[in-house]
Nanobody, 111 residues
Framework: QVQLVESGGGLVQPGGSLRLSCAASGIIFRFGTQGWYRQAPGKQRELVASISSGDITNYADSVKGRFTISRDNAKNTLYLQVNSLKPEDTAVYYC?????WGQGTQVTVSS
């Protein structure tokens, strides 16, 4: 049974930082591509960042230079370091691997 469990979200002031984690079981991350997505209220889910099995990363233009995706193969865990947060980054953040999704973690950026 595949499980993806996100953590690390929270309430942060503009300009702040968080580190999101996605721990996997039942699937081996290093053999595939993983992504972080987000969905804000009333908006469609969008891809924020992805990392391939060869560690090639891609980012949405809106987060380039502020967000960093990484993976710890030994821990089978995906990370998203989010810096210089803006109110428009407020959303539920989900990790995805193949056809599997996590349950999401809420990030709220507000003063």
């Amino acid at each position: 049974q595949v499980q993806l469990v996100e953590s690390g979200g929270g309430l942060v002031q503009p300009g702040g930082s968080l580190r999101l984690s996605c721990a996997a079981s039942g699937i081996i991350f290093r053999f595939g591509t993983q992504g972080w997505y987000r969905q804000a209220p009333g908006k469609q889910r969008e891809l924020v960042a992805s990392i391939s099995s060869g560690d090639i990363t891609n980012y949405a233009d809106s987060v380039k230079g502020r967000f960093t995706i990484s993976r710890d193969n030994a821990k089978n865990t995906l990370y998203l370091q989010v810096n210089s947060l803006k109110p428009e980054d407020t959303a539920v953040y989900y990790c995805k691997s193949g056809r599997f999704w996590g349950q999401g973690t809420q990030v709220t950026v507000s003063s």
